[in-house]
């Protein structure tokens, strides 16, 4: 189990190809147009670095114009942050076939504007073992031609991550994101990608505010003194995670990163852990065919 009190904004992880990557996010799923522009430009403001979109969320465009016009416009004047220094993921939305990906992966690049992709994920399992296979193989073309920094999957359960490492790809997957949070631990999957130095991005880290009012929430939220948002990122992130906290409000999105003033300890991460009841908050495809 990770363990630092010093995570923030400004934190990375390294992948398992030697890349820094940082370690919260901010997600994007289900905000669309000015919505997502302003959400990723009060992120940035914020001190935010990585966008987590997806090409079924419709809404590369706005983030990959959001991230542009700040790093062109005078409130980066002091920061002078550079494109290098932003971490954008998009994901496939069909695993369809090898030339299908490479289609998607430059409609990606075109509809973002950003020159290249810092991680790029086939989105489910779904399409049968070659489909995955054949898409996968297609990333990894994308990552030697330089169009891709990063390659991983999503939603991916141990069944569909040990047939890819059995394929003996060129390029092992960096990230599996998931569905994990303290209501969800999937720790099958998470033991697995740990075993095998795939970092675990944490999507829906805040069940999507089903279980704030939790009894253990409220009584550890007030123990740590935080909100109970930055309470399970926090918990996400000692557990080595990505988290990806989703909010459009701006207040939201400074408080839900504000996590480097505690710690949980080790006990209340036992009983945080605990509180696992497979909550699926949207969908589930882990056990795909």
Not at 81 to 101: C, G, M, P
Not at 128 to 155: H, P, T
Request: aromatic share 8%.
């Amino acid at each position: 189990m990770a363990s630092s009190s010093n995570y923030s904004l400004a934190s990375t992880i390294k992948l398992n190809n030697g890349l820094e990557m940082p370690r919260i996010h901010l997600g994007v799923y289900m905000t669309s147009g000015n919505e997502t522009s302003k959400a990723v430009t009060h992120a940035l403001s914020a001190g935010y670095r990585a966008f987590d979109s997806a090409e079924w969320y419709a809404n590369e465009r706005e983030v990959g114009s959001a991230i542009n016009s700040y790093l062109s416009s005078s409130a980066n004047d002091s920061l002078r942050l550079q494109r290098q220094e932003v971490w954008f993921t998009t994901k496939l939305k069909t695993n369809s076939s090898y030339d299908a990906t490479k289609k998607a992966i430059k409609r990606s690049l075109e509809r973002s504007k950003l020159a290249y992709l810092d991680l790029y994920l086939l989105h489910s399992p779904y399409g049968g073992k070659e489909k995955r296979l054949e898409c996968w193989r297609a990333v990894e073309d994308a990552i030697e031609e330089g169009v891709v920094r990063a390659g991983g999957v999503s939603n991916f359960g141990v069944r569909h991550l040990q047939e890819l490492l059995d394929s003996k790809p060129r390029i092992i997957p960096a990230v599996n994101q998931i569905e994990v949070h303290p209501f969800n631990t999937q720790l099958d999957i998470t033991s697995f990608c740990r075993e095998h130095n795939i970092v675990i991005e944490a999507y829906a880290p805040l069940a999507r505010a089903l279980r704030m009012k939790h009894p253990k929430i409220v009584e550890l939220s007030r123990k740590y003194k935080c909100e109970p948002a930055q309470l399970m990122v926090r918990w996400s992130l000692q557990k080595g995670y990505v988290p990806l906290p989703k909010s459009v409000q701006k207040g939201r999105i400074v408080s839900n990163a504000k996590v480097e003033g505690f710690e949980i300890e080790e006990g209340d991460m036992e009983a945080l852990d605990g509180l696992d009841e497979h909550l699926v908050t949207d969908w589930d495809p882990t056990d795909a065919d």
